[in-house]
């Protein structure tokens, strides 16, 4: 199986912004639909964002709430996470995944992950 890989993670003051990447191989990508999902230190997974192998059709957690905004380049075979806004809360890994729908359930092929710190 292709692995997604992520990068763009970093330490970041509350308020600011942040971009995530995430590169498969051009076959898988292409033909793909990609999300991304998090883990804050102690708690569960939690789904963030979806968006369909043609980038028509986006989902996004309640929480995101307007501030991030997936996208992706198939010509680049590269999905896109832009944060802005973010709060301590938001700290976390950030796994990339792809799968063949912009479910949860669906994107079953995951990354090893970028960490994201947000001070206060």
């Known amino acids: 199986q292709v692995q997604p890989v992520e990068s763009g993670g970093g330490l970041v003051q509350a308020g600011g912004s942040l971009r995530l990447s995430c590169a498969a191989s051009?076959?898988?990508?292409?033909?793909?639909?990609m999300g991304w999902f998090r883990q804050a230190p102690g708690k569960d997974y939690e789904f963030v964002a979806a968006?369909?192998?043609?980038?028509?059709?986006?989902y996004y957690a309640d929480f995101t709430k307007g501030r991030f905004t997936i996208s992706r380049d198939n010509a680049k075979n590269t999905v896109f996470l832009q944060m802005n806004t973010l709060k301590p809360e938001d700290t976390a890994v950030y796994y990339c995944?792809?799968?063949?729908?912009?479910?949860?359930?669906?994107?079953?092929?995951w990354g090893q992950g970028t960490l994201v710190t947000v001070s206060s």
């Open positions: 968006i369909s192998w043609t980038g028509d059709s986006t």
């Open positions: 051009g076959r898988a990508f292409r033909s793909s639909a």
């Open positions: 995944a792809l799968g063949d729908a912009p479910r949860p359930a669906n994107l079953n092929t």
